[in-house]
């Protein structure tokens, strides 16, 4: 009864990271059993046997897993077979299955250790550049085209997969192209679907710069509007790229009142944290967000009501809630957040200031940093609704 909910809630933070990591070794030494197992069954084609037409329908059918897990799993029984170090980097952990499903039809006799030493704690992203190296693909196109009015039916799958003498990729996810995947060493194609105003800028910013990029080159565009913007978003929330200017007595007593931190701080605050959360563990491991980051005030900006370079540290939206959790209590925090957002939906700027003061008493960050993500988050929300396409660059 270890696992039931009631029982794991009684347990102490240690106990349950011990008992996290204790089962996550368990299910490693379980999935590299499996896939010998499937190894052999597969070479022994028992699926046959069973009324199956391949092993992918066997695993699907018999073994119930899904049908990723099965492509998964067949790969790299079947790759693991030719590089039988597969299987001891599943059960090390050294590397994870959809890492070695990709690397499966790279690896050989003469290069798996170096290939899995170098894919060894790496991300699945960071695996499919590792990938992209090994086999590069050449370069896209940049191309600007009209998608269908209304979506394309979704594309039955077949109902069995053939997988020999090599496994087709499965129907789901795989259809789906990534957004940004490499394509060979430092190059990777981006896509995405625009709304017609997207489309519109792209070709005005195309015509204006045609003077400088006489072919128009969507990814050269693209580099030049997002080194303004990350100017832009930098010098508005972190005040890096601000001219400093001297300000008058009176400014700076409001300054040192208000809950707004002074650029001058911020800007060095940033730099000196290297813009990524500053919380680091136990273990001594930092956290690696670069995004949704905060300036905490470490003694709380309510009871100092001081703009301290040396007190202020960024943190990334979730560590600073954490630490707010922490220290005020979660009920306590959820409803300073629920009242926060109630109201910015809402009743409008008075209101907003009002919170914006109860905020304070609870040192927390009341929204006013964040104004430049806000605008990248709309950008990204128009393209979700869009009707225009750039399907490919
Ligand atoms: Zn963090």
Request: charged share 30%; net charge neutral; aromatic share 4%.
């Amino acid at each position: 009864m270890i696992n039931s909910l009631e029982t794991v809630a009684l347990l102490s933070d240690p106990d349950l990271l011990a008992g996290t990591h204790e089962l996550v070794d368990n299910s490693l030494c379980t999935e590299a059993d499996l896939l010998v197992h499937l190894s052999e069954i597969d070479e022994r084609k028992l699926y046959a046997d069973r009324a199956f037409p391949s092993m992918f329908a066997f695993c699907v059918g018999e073994l119930r897993f899904s049908e990723d897990a099965a492509y998964s799993r067949i790969m790299v029984a079947r790759a693991a077979r030719r590089v039988p170090a597969m299987i001891e980097a599943t059960r090390s952990g050294q590397v994870h299955l959809t890492g070695l499903r990709l690397l499966a039809p790279h690896l050989t006799a003469e290069n798996h250790s170096e290939v899995l030493a170098e894919a060894t704690g790496k991300t699945k992203r960071e695996i499919e550049e590792l990938v992209a190296r090994l086999a590069p693909q050449p370069a896209v196109a940049p191309t600007i085209r009209r998608l269908p009015e209304r979506p394309a039916p979704a594309r039955a799958e077949p109902l069995t997969l053939a997988l020999e003498p090599a496994p087709a990729r499965p129907p789901p996810r795989e259809d789906h192209r990534r957004a940004i995947a490499p394509l060979a060493e430092k190059k990777y194609r981006v896509e995405f679907t625009a709304d017609q105003e997207l489309h519109d800028k792209l070709r005005e910013a195309q015509d204006l710069l045609r003077h400088r990029i006489p072919d128009g080159d969507l990814a050269c565009i693209v580099e030049r509007a997002l080194d303004l913007l990350i100017d832009h978003v930098k010098k508005e929330r972190f005040g890096v790229g601000r001219k400093p200017r001297q300000p008058s007595a009176v400014a700076v007593q409001e300054e040192a009142s208000s809950r707004h931190i002074p650029d001058a701080i911020k800007r060095k605050v940033y730099q000196r944290d290297g813009g990524r959360c500053t919380l680091v563990d136990e273990r001594g491991r930092r956290c690696p967000a670069t995004g949704n980051l905060e300036f905490e005030h470490v003694d709380g900006f309510a009871l100092t009501h001081l703009h301290d370079e040396d007190r202020i540290r960024l943190l990334c939206r979730s560590h600073n809630q954490h630490a707010a959790e922490k220290t005020y209590g979660r009920a306590f925090m959820e409803r300073a957040r629920s009242l926060r957002v109630s109201t910015c939906s809402g009743p409008g700027r008075g209101a907003l200031r009002a919170v914006t003061r109860q905020l304070d008493l609870l040192g927390q960050p009341t929204g006013a940093e964040g104004a430049g993500s806000k605008s990248v988050m709309c950008v990204a929300e128009r393209s979700t609704q869009a009707s225009h396409a750039v399907p490919v660059w």
